[in-house]
């Protein structure tokens, strides 16, 4: 068999005919597991063309053709073997890009565009050969439609009516990247953080960026079969589920290779190299999955992804993770400008991973290091991991000899961090937001508080902003808080005020880990917490006055910690029973607040004057940013 690397516009050029095989099954791709991530992938290509007007290309993996034997000067016909979802997809996708193209009267790309799905007439033999793309029987109604169609709002007509057509994931697919392409081409998928840099670019820049994309950034590796390949052993091959190597077993292959190879070291030297330094990614914690947002990912991998994003200063997506570290070795380059130098030889990059690992080692058991130990368990409620590539790098420039302004960067990340898990401010930019601000620090002149605070207060969008004290002030007062943020998090909020209260005269206690929630005022409280007689006048008094309740109760004021089953012992017992109880048992340091008179009567304003007193607290737990001297600006920017 030959295999090579091929662009989606080599591909689909010229004169070629290919054919899905009638034994495979029907397209049956979708948005949540394959459109979504192909997108992602695809418009992050997008967005890297049009900010720097340049892209490595982007590897979609492979696909398997038969040669099927024609007669000379006819189309030339292959079959495709493996691979046809990702084959009829980028198909879609390109009829999208070709119907985009059209609307906005860019007929040029267009053009282009139709060459790649489309054969010409004075070749094709067969109305089947008009397109390049022939899928299995169940789908070619669907296919053809929207291959012929030139705008949404034909498919949209020509489906209508019917059940089938209306249900089929061709059809779904092509809307999917239609709506996707026409966005992106609005700006609308824009990132807040490139405003200044795309505030130029025109309709005609972001097409020609499709374009290109297709023309040089989409590569697929291409295996074509030759006679006598047994066809249907090469698909089970393929597709068989043996244990996968992991990126990090690609890499390690990759660079002791060149030790070898490069560097000319004997399998001595290499063996030597090995036990010094990689030995000990080969152990079980290394290569133990981890959670990362809703997947489980070996804990190598997400130290090389974490440590690729910072040596690069970009973004690197997990599914790439091997090519863009082969990439990172082969162009590597001194650079003195960088607080981190970059290895310049396969053994120093072998080295330089195992001593940045043994920094991710201290992420894991932080003893003796207060400050990090107490960031990394409020990390943990936030549940992001994208501030670890500006930990690593920070962590390494200052630790061990300047432990104090380490800490003090803890501090400010960790109030930005909490502020906005408060607020509620979406998370989705933190990837860009944290590789950005290591290029930031770094321009600063080195990794300080100040300038960790002056970058991260100069956002102005939800995704990025330093959320401020009124902010935080109609978080905390006017929005519950349990119920919309998930109880993990709201734990770790009182958790944090139960820490502050903590008196010098208090016993030092290690905080329990099954602590649970407890509405002090508890959510069924008709039976033994009554409205007072001003709040039951008239029914419309009554009904706004248990609205008002209903969501006081899921304040801060009204929430603490206890042990759980204690939690279940209490229940919703009166204030008179309950305050007792929570005071004989309860130990926790957020409890010393109902021993005052201020808590003798437990209704809305005794929960608003708590709320007020733990709202004070908090500003001084996570502050904003003070306010930055121009001077001190000057020089963190």
Same mark, same amino acid.
């Given at each position: ?50 900010? =720097? ?41 390109? /009829? ?56 949404? !709002?034909? /498919? ?14 061709? +059809? ?24 200044d840099a795309l505030s130029d670019r025109t309709v005609e820049d972001r097409l020609e960026c499709i374009w290109l994309a297709v023309q040089?950034?989409?590569q697929l590796v291409v295996i074509n079969l030759a006679i006598g390949d047994e066809t249907q052993v090469i698909f089970e091959t393929l ?25 000319? !070291? ?33 804990? +190598? ?38 607080? +981190?130098?970059?290895?310049? =030889? ?39 991991? =994208? ?50 601000? +290591?290029?930031? %620090? ?9 300038? /960790? ?81 001003? !709040? ?14 209903? %969501? ?58 708590? =709320? ?26």
């Amino acid at each position: 068999m030959d295999a090579k690397t091929a662009q989606l516009d080599a591909l689909f050029d010229g004169n070629k005919f290919y054919q899905v095989p009638l034994f495979q099954r029907p397209y049956v791709w979708n948005e949540k597991e394959n459109w979504g991530h192909l997108w992602e992938d695809i418009q992050n290509l997008l967005d890297k063309r049009l900010r =720097t007007g340049r892209v490595h290309p982007h590897f979609m993996g492979a696909i398997v053709l038969e040669q099927v034997p024609n007669p000379a000067g006819s189309i030339e016909t292959r079959l495709v073997i493996d691979g046809q979802q990702r084959f009829t997809t980028l198909q879609l996708f390109l /009829v999208a890009a070709r119907n985009l193209c059209a609307s906005k009267g860019a007929e040029r790309f267009a053009g282009r565009f139709t060459g790649l799905i489309e054969n010409a007439a004075n070749r094709a033999e067969t109305e089947e050969e008009r397109f390049k793309l022939l899928p299995t029987n169940s789908d070619r109604p669907a296919f053809r439609l929207v291959c012929e169609s030139g705008a949404d !709002a034909e /498919v949209e007509q020509a489906i209508k009516g019917d059940a089938d057509l209306s249900a089929s994931n061709i +059809i779904g697919a092509y809307r999917y990247f239609s709506r996707r392409l026409v966005a992106w081409a609005a700006g609308e998928l824009d990132d807040e953080l490139d405003a200044d840099a795309l505030s130029d670019r025109t309709v005609e820049d972001r097409l020609e960026c499709i374009w290109l994309a297709v023309q040089d950034g989409l590569q697929l590796v291409v295996i074509n079969l030759a006679i006598g390949d047994e066809t249907q052993v090469i698909f089970e091959t393929l597709n068989a589920r043996g244990t996968e190597l992991l990126p990090a077993d690609l890499i390690k292959n990759f660079l002791f290779r060149k030790v070898a190879s490069v560097e000319g !070291a004997t399998e001595k030297d290499v063996e030597k190299l090995y036990a010094k330094h990689w030995e000990r990614f080969d152990s079980k914690f290394w290569r133990e999955p981890v959670q990362q947002g809703r997947i489980y990912r070996p804990r +190598i991998d997400l130290f090389i992804n974490h440590y690729l994003s910072m040596m690069t200063r970009d973004e690197v997506k997990s599914t790439h993770l091997f090519n863009a570290y082969k990439r990172f070795v082969e162009e590597a380059s001194a650079d003195p400008s960088t607080s +981190i130098p970059v290895p310049t =030889t396969p053994a120093k990059h072998v080295a330089h991973l195992a001593e940045l690992g043994g920094v991710f080692l201290a992420f894991y058991d932080p003893t003796g290091h207060d400050a990090l130990a107490l960031f990394l368990r409020r990390l943990d409620a936030v549940d992001t991991a =994208t501030v670890y590539p500006f930990l690593l790098y920070a962590h390494s420039v200052l630790m061990p000899d300047n432990q104090k302004e380490f800490d003090k960067v803890l501090g400010v990340l960790e109030s930005f961090l909490m502020r906005r898990l408060i607020t509620n401010f979406t998370p989705k930019n933190y990837n860009r937001l944290f590789v950005d601000l +290591i290029k930031a %620090v770094e321009r600063s002149g080195g990794v300080s508080a100040t300038a /960790v605070a002056v970058y991260l207060s100069r956002g102005a969008g939800e995704s990025t902003k330093f959320p401020t004290d009124d902010e935080l002030l109609v978080a905390i007062f006017e929005q519950e808080l349990y119920g919309r943020l998930a109880q993990r998090k709201v734990r770790a909020i009182l958790e944090a005020l139960d820490a502050y209260a903590m008196s010098s005269k208090s016993e030092a206690v290690a905080m329990p880990t099954k602590l649970t929630i407890e509405h002090v005022m508890p959510q069924a409280w008709l039976t033994h917490w009554p409205l007072p007689e001003e !709040a039951q006048v008239d029914e419309l008094t009554r009904q706004k006055a248990m609205a008002r309740r209903s %969501v006081m109760l899921n304040t801060l004021g009204n929430l603490t910690l206890i042990n759980e089953k204690f939690n279940s012992s209490l229940q919703n017992a009166a204030w008179t029973h309950k305050r007792p109880e929570l005071l004989k048992f309860s130990k926790m340091n957020l409890t010393r607040y109902f021993h005052g008179i201020e808590a003798d009567v437990w209704d809305e304003a005794a929960i608003r004057a708590r =709320t007020e007193k733990m709202f004070a607290e908090l500003l001084q737990i996570w502050p904003a940013p003070r306010t930055i001297l121009p001077e001190e600006r000057e020089v963190a920017e």
